[in-house]
């Protein structure tokens, strides 16, 4: 007796904890307190019932490498300067090959002891003699090309959620796929096109000097000083050019640097802008640039565009800078979010975009609660006749295995897709079928001639382990599914397995703590099965 009670509160403790984590899905209104002290994690609908934005992109890992080797070759220009090594011309050429001309080929001992000491991530691919020098080809090493190629996959997949916890969507999905694609689902998003160029944008901020004594027709005909290159400018609020600029191609100052991006209003033209705050290192790097370019015209680029090029006036301390133009207030701050998230390692390129639209969603939910209906009702009548009183204790172990399945996706923050009501469906056949082995055992006990106790006690025994090993290797399979499979699959694993572990519950405690409870508290002594 004293067991039947301890099984009784651990049946009404799980219950009590069943509506505690879904109290704030079946209840909009919660008390203050609530939040406080108890779970607020609600069941969240996936895209294909709430609607919403389905991408999947393409990280162009090979840019990250030969962004990689553009770093480089600055690098080992600085490098060679320092250990007075000469050389005519450092470049990166096909891919991430890098080719160096040296005066001659004396030097070339020079530059594998360098290499050597402080690039052991370059490999030597060639050298030659050639008119006025010598030639050598360096290029990346293997592993280092696939480093940077995994880094670029992880960094932008941080990145894009960055991006997207900061644009407000609520429980979006983002996770890689293949080697170099990202999969990203935007449950209940209402501007699909500003999600996209949000994501997709790549917020490389650069720093550069602007080219002096360069006039527009020399850059209109492609006379440009060593060094320099043409950009764009932004465009206005029309949509027209402001025309191009020509800058020194060598990058101060990259926006890593950046510790916080904000929108402001410029008092005086009642404009937005967007402010930015440099780290430590980052802040004396900008006060260091600044004080060395006094009076030169300091270019502020993003994604090859130039957003302005003021003239520095003095030095500037204290870590801070400001982005104008003729900005939004959306524009204004997608670029915060972005500079704020970090840029992106590499371009990525939209391959697929699909947008389920909400009455999509709402109608599938319909139908799927209205199929798990029917197939539950049919199974309850068919329990109540079939089995008679036993079919109501099924019956109600049933109902209370999909209330705990459905505080259980609350619990675990999981997320319910069209295939996850699938699962639901699923669940609900296999709750009864285990109990019907338990009820068929107890037949043949009682057929056999042996009391109500005996039967029940024989019946579970020996059906609890089919039922275990059922049920396991359902799991296994579940959790493959989960494992590799993608959304929609994972989905239903989820659902597949929560509610194979309630019924494993709900089918051999529960039902064995009411058949208790009535053969000892209420001492019945003939079983209506």
Sequence with gaps: MKNL?????????????????????????LPSWWSKAL??????????????????????????????????????????????????KIERTR?????????????????????????????????ETVSGGARTILTLQ??????????????????????????????????????????VQLPGIKDPQRAVALIGK??????????????????????????????????????????????????????????????????????????????????????????ANVKKRLAIVLDGVVYSAPVIQEKIGGGKASITGS????????????????????????LEERTVGPALGQDSINKGVLASLIGGIGIIIFMVIYYRGAGLIADIALALNIFLLLGGLAAFGATLTLPGIAGIALTIGMAVDANVLIYERIREEL???????????????????TIMDSNITTIIAAAVLFQFGTGPIKGFAVTLTIGLLTNLYTAIVVTRVIFDYLLQQRRVRELSI
Aim: glycine residues 8%; hydrophobic residues 40%.
């Design 5 to 29: 009670n301890l099984r009784e509160i651990l049946v009404v403790v799980i219950l009590l904890l069943g509506i505690v984590y879904l109290m704030p899905t079946m209840s909009s209104s």
């Design 39 to 88: 779970p607020t994690q609600k069941i969240h609908l996936g895209l294909d019932l709430q609607g919403g934005m389905h991408l999947v992109l393409e990280v162009e890992a090979d840019k990250a490498v030969e962004n990689a080797a553009e770093r480089t070759v600055e690098e080992l220009k600085e490098s060679l300067r320092t250990q007075r090594v000469g050389f005519n």
């Design 95 to 127: 891919g991430w090959e890098i080719e160096i001309l040296l005066p001659g080929p004396e030097q070339q001992n020079d530059l594998r002891q360098a290499l050597e000491k402080s690039f052991p991530n370059l490999r030597w691919v060639t050298s």
């Design 142 to 183: 293997d592993t280092e090309v696939q480093r940077i190629r995994k880094m670029a996959i992880a960094q932008g997949l941080e990145t894009i959620r960055n991006r997207v916890d900061q644009f407000g969507v609520s429980e979006p999905d983002i996770r890689p796929e293949g080697e170099d694609r990202i999969v």
């Design 202 to 291: 790549t917020a490389l901020l650069e720093f550069k000097i602007v080219a002096e004594g360069v006039s527009p027709s020399d850059a209109k005909s492609g006379k440009l000083p060593g060094g320099a290159k043409v950009y764009p400018m932004k465009r206005d609020k029309s949509g027209q050019s402001e025309g191009q600029i020509v800058l020194q191609d060598r990058t101060l100052m990259t926006g890593g640097a950046i510790s916080n991006a904000q929108v402001h209003i410029d008092s005086q033209y009642n404009t937005p802008y967007v402010s930015l705050e440099f780290d430590p290192e980052g802040a004396r790097a900008f006060e260091r640039i600044t004080e």
């Design 327 to 350: 900005f939004s207030m959306e524009e204004a701050r997608d670029l915060a979010i972005v500079l704020r998230a970090g840029a992106l390692p590499a371009p990525v390129k939209v």
């Design 447 to 465: 057929r056999l001639g042996k009391t109500p106790r005996a039967a029940i006690d024989t019946g579970y025994s020996r059906a609890t382990i």
